[in-house]
C-alpha cells in the first residue's frame, strides 16, 4: 500500500528527472534548463506569482509598450520613404549591378525599375516626407521619431516575422512581449500582462508563435483577446457553475499545486497557479475594459470605431484602455499587408491604400489620445512590419505581374516610434536614392529590440534565462539602443 501510495505521488517530470539512466539521463539535462529560477541582475524572482511587479535594472522612461505589426511587410516607398529619383527609373530595366549576388522570394531574371505609386508631402516642423496614403497620420510627424535604414536577413514572412518579434528565426524563442512580463511584471493582477489582439482576417504567418513565451514560463505568453463573444475562449463559467463553486475548486487545486511546489520547486507549478487565479480575476475585469461601447461618441469619430467589429480600428482604441489598466504589453497584428502585384488587393497602387485607410486615423488616434490621456510619456508606441519592399517591380517566374507589386526587401525598410522617451520629429538613417541600401543610420533587428528594453530600464545584454546550460537573451549576441532617437 505504501509503494502504491509513493508511485501516484511521482509525477512525470519527477520520474524523469529522478531516472538514473536511459531516456531520464537524457531528460534530466533538457528539464534542468526549463527548471531555472535563478534571480538575475535586477529581477526580484517572485516567490508565489510570477507575475509581481519587478524592477529593472534601471528607472526607464516607458512603463508599458503598444506594439503595432503590419503582418506582411508593408512598402516603405509608398508610404514614408521618398524617393522621386526611383520616378525617373520608372519601367526601366533593373542595372544588373542590384542583383548580383542577390536572392529574392519572387523575382527572377531582370525585372523593371517601379517608381513611387503615391504622391508624398512634407509635414510638421520636423519637414518629414509622408505619402497621400496617410493624410491622418502626417498630421503627427512631429510626435514620432522614423527609423529609415532597419535591416533584416529573413526574406521570407514567417522566419522574419518570428525574427522581429522573438530576436530569432527559429522557433522555440521566447516573444519580446514575453521577455518583457517576464522582467517587470504586470501592474494589474486582474489582467493578463501581455494581451494580444487581431484583425485583417487572420494570424501573423508565424503563427502564435510570435508572442509565445519559448522557453520562458508560459505564464509569460501573450493572451489573445478578441472583439467578437468573450474577450478570451472559456471565459465564461460552462452552465451549473457558480462564482463560488469556481472559487472552492480553484482553491482546492492550489493547494494541491502549492504542496507539489514546495516539494519539487517546478516553476511550472507556479504558473499553472497563476494562471487558475488570473482566469478567476479575467471573469470579472476582461469583459469591463474590452467593451468599447460606453466610450464617449467623440472618441468613436477620432479613432473610427465600430463597436462589435473585428477590426484595427477598434484594437487600437482597446489597445488604450488596456494599458490604461496597467496592462504591460499590447501587441497588435494587423493582416494583409503583402503586395506582390498578383492581384488588386496585393498591389501597392490599389490594395495597400486601402489597407492605409483602415489604419490612418485609428494609429494617429491612438497616439494622440495617450497624449491627452498623458499616457504617452510613460508609454512607448512601435510601427513597422517584418522587412520592406523593393524597388524593383515583381516578375514572379519572370514575368510582368498583371498589378503594381514589389518583392520582400532585406536591406532597409521604415519603422517608427514615438512615446516612451522617444525624441519627437527625428528621422535617423537614410537609404539611397532608389531605397535599395542604407546609406547612413543602418540599424538591425536587434537594435530595434535594444532600445525598446532600454526605455523600459533594461540592459539588453543582462535581462537572461538561463536554459539548457547556458543564459539567452532576446537580442541574442548583437544589438545596441539607437542613442539617436532617444529623448
Known amino acids: 500500500m505504501m509503494i502504491s501510495d509513493e508511485l501516484k505521488r511521482i509525477s512525470r517530470r519527477h520520474f524523469l528527472s529522478e531516472s538514473a539512466v536511459g531516456l531520464g539521463a537524457v531528460a534530466f539535462g533538457l528539464l534542468a534548463g526549463c527548471s531555472d529560477v535563478k534571480s538575475k541582475p535586477g ?94 497620420f502626417s498630421t503627427i510627424a512631429d510626435e514620432v521619431s522614423f527609423l529609415k535604414g532597419v535591416h533584416t536577413d529573413q526574406f521570407n514572412h514567417a522566419p522574419a516575422q518570428l525574427f522581429v518579434h522573438t530576436g530569432s528565426p527559429r522557433l522555440g524563442r521566447p516573444s519580446i512581449g514575453s ?40 505564464v509569460y505568453q501573450g493572451v489573445q483577446c478578441r472583439s467578437e463573444g468573450d474577450p478570451v475562449l472559456f471565459l465564461s463559467d460552462p452552465q451549473g457553475l457558480d462564482r463560488n463553486l469556481k472559487r472552492q475548486t480553484i482553491d482546492a487545486i492550489n493547494e494541491v499545486n502549492s504542496q507539489h511546489f514546495d516539494e519539487f520547486r517546478d516553476p511550472e507549478t507556479l504558473t499553472r497557479m497563476a494562471q487558475y487565479e488570473m482566469a478567476y480575476r479575467m471573469q470579472m475585469s476582461v469583459p469591463e475594459v474590452m467593451n468599447i461601447n460606453n466610450e464617449p461618441e467623440y472618441i468613436h469619430q477620432l479613432y473610427g470605431t465600430t463597436p462589435g467589429k473585428a477590426s484595427f480600428a477598434n484594437n487600437c482604441l482597446l489597445a488604450r484602455k488596456l494599458v490604461e489598466q496597467g496592462v504591460r504589453f499590447v501587441q497588435l497584428f494587423d493582416w494583409g499587408w503583402d503586395a506582390h502585384g498578383t492581384s488588386p488587393a496585393e498591389s501597392v497602387d490599389i490594395g495597400l491604400k486601402n489597407k492605409c485607410r483602415t489604419i490612418d486615423r485609428a494609429m494617429t488616434a491612438l497616439v494622440l489620445d495617450l497624449k491627452q490621456r498623458g499616457l504617452l510619456d510613460e508609454t512607448l508606441v512601435v510601427w513597422g512590419g517584418e522587412f520592406g519592399r523593393t524597388p524593383m517591380q515583381e516578375n514572379r517566374e519572370g514575368k510582368e505581374m498583371a498589378f503594381h507589386g514589389r518583392d520582400h526587401h532585406t536591406d532597409a525598410f521604415t519603422m517608427w516610434m514615438a512615446g516612451g522617451g522617444i525624441k519627437q520629429g527625428a528621422t535617423w538613417g537614410e537609404t539611397d536614392e532608389i ?53
Open 43 to 136: 529581477i526580484v524572482t517572485a516567490p508565489v506569482d510570477p507575475m509581481l511587479p519587478k524592477s529593472p535594472h534601471f528607472p526607464g522612461r516607458a512603463k508599458r509598450v503598444i506594439y503595432l505589426h503590419m503582418a506582411g511587410a508593408p512598402s516603405q516607398l509608398e508610404m514614408f520613404d521618398y524617393k522621386p529619383e526611383l520616378m525617373k527609373l520608372h519601367n526601366q530595366l533593373c542595372p544588373p549591378s542590384l542583383l548580383e549576388g542577390k536572392r529574392f522570394a519572387f523575382i527572377r531574371g531582370v525585372p523593371k525599375m517601379l517608381g513611387p505609386q503615391a504622391v508624398f508631402k512634407q509635414h510638421g516642423q520636423s519637414g518629414a516626407y509622408i505619402s497621400e496614403n496617410l493624410p491622418h
Open 179 to 218: 521577455w518583457i512580463t517576464y522582467g517587470l511584471g504586470t501592474e494589474n493582477a486582474n489582467l493578463p500582462g501581455f494581451v494580444v489582439l487581431t484583425s485583417g482576417g487572420k494570424t501573423p504567418d508565424a503563427g502564435k508563435s510570435v508572442w509565445g513565451s519559448g522557453f520562458l514560463p508560459s
Open 435 to 487: 531605397g535599395y541600401y542604407p546609406v547612413s543610420g543602418k540599424v538591425s533587428l536587434h537594435d530595434v529590440q535594444a532600445t525598446i528594453l532600454n526605455q523600459l530600464g533594461f540592459d539588453h545584454e543582462k535581462l537572461t534565462y538561463h536554459f539548457q546550460g547556458r543564459p539567452f537573451r532576446l537580442t541574442d549576441v548583437s544589438g545596441q539602443a539607437i542613442r539617436e532617437i532617444i529623448a
